[in-house]
């Protein structure tokens, strides 16, 4: 004997309740009448109680039927709700990322804007911090999804690109920026302003220098892109920064570019997830989001 009422049962009930006419019930649940039926008296069986008045072929609500409407009724349009929140393609829910500060300060926000004014139920939580950070959340479950201006080395996670940047040699010193283009070799011995170790924006740099590196005079590492900033007005002073962080210095002449023969600093930003991450509707929509975003943007 059937202990515990269905939903099906209840959507039954419900329609019954609107619609008490067993052959309009039975074209609309595409079910027989008897299937229909067969389903009311399990339901009250259940309950131990009539739902119905049964007359003449008619069926009427009773009083126990009708408290029971007034309770259930608002139960079983709640339980729809949350099951269409996944089957539909309106989507809903919290995302939680990790984010690299270039990323995060530069690319995330409008893409996540974007995001929410196509899909208004869904919510973000960001973490930021280096790409070996980012790395670590992904790795104890941190976060549902990262983005990264780095390499890392974690067989565990999975990577592909979702966009380009190119690093800019930048001072505070226009004398320096002034003559139109350096060799590389005439740069080494300037005092270099780094990023900590874990920033990807330092180690795409050193990679790219290759053997410059162990000439390379670095003067001062700082954890922050605007502590890095603060300290190029010093003369013959020169960091490696991210197109995105020195757009406005830039533009209004509190920073200067300068140029480099022979040598470009570019880099991938990727999307990592871990490989044995779940991929839920949302997160899959998002992906497929931020892998688009260049042609968005």
């Known amino acids: 004997m059937q202990t515990s009422m269905t939903i099906k ?26 299937a229909i039926s067969t389903a009311i008296k399990n339901l009250e069986e259940i309950l131990e109680t009539k739902l119905f008045d049964r007359s003449n072929k008619k069926i009427i609500l009773n009083e126990d039927g009708r408290l029971f409407l007034r309770r259930v009724e608002p139960l079983v349009t709640q339980l729809q709700w949350c099951e269409n929140i996944f089957r539909d393609a309106h989507l809903h829910g919290s995302l939680n990322i990790g984010v690299s500060s270039t990323i995060a300060k530069s690319i995330l926000p409008r893409m ?18 280096n790409t070996q950070t980012v790395v670590n959340l992904i790795e104890k479950g941190g976060v549902d999804i990262g983005f990264i201006e780095g390499e890392y080395h974690c067989v565990d996670i999975q990577k592909e690109v979702f966009g380009t940047d190119e690093l800019y040699i930048v001072t505070g010193d226009k004398k320096l920026a002034d003559k139109k283009a350096y060799r590389m070799e005439e740069l080494l011995q300037k005092r270099w302003i780094l990023r900590e170790k874990g920033s990807g924006t330092r180690e795409v740099f050193l990679r790219h220098l290759g053997a410059h590196t162990q000439n390379l005079n670095v003067f001062m590492q700082i954890d922050n892109t605007g502590g890095v900033k603060s300290v190029l007005r010093n003369s ?22 300068v140029r480099v023969k022979d040598m470009s600093f570019t880099r991938p930003f990727y999307l990592i997830w871990h490989r044995n991450k779940y991929i839920s509707s949302l ?9 688009s975003w260049d042609e968005i943007a």
Do not use: W
């Open 9 to 34: 049962q209840l959507e039954l009930f419900i329609a019954l309740a609107e619609t008490p006419h067993l052959g309009k019930v039975s074209q609309e649940k595409h079910l027989s009448q008897s």
């Open 112 to 129: 996540l804007y974007r995001f929410i004014e196509l899909h208004e139920g869904v919510t973000f939580r960001t973490e930021t911090g």
């Open 236 to 257: 013959d002073t020169l960091a490696c920064m991210s197109r995105y962080h020195v757009k406005f210095e830039l533009e209004h002449g509190s920073l200067y570019r």
């Open 283 to 291: 997160l899959n929509e998002f992906m497929n989001f931020s892998r």
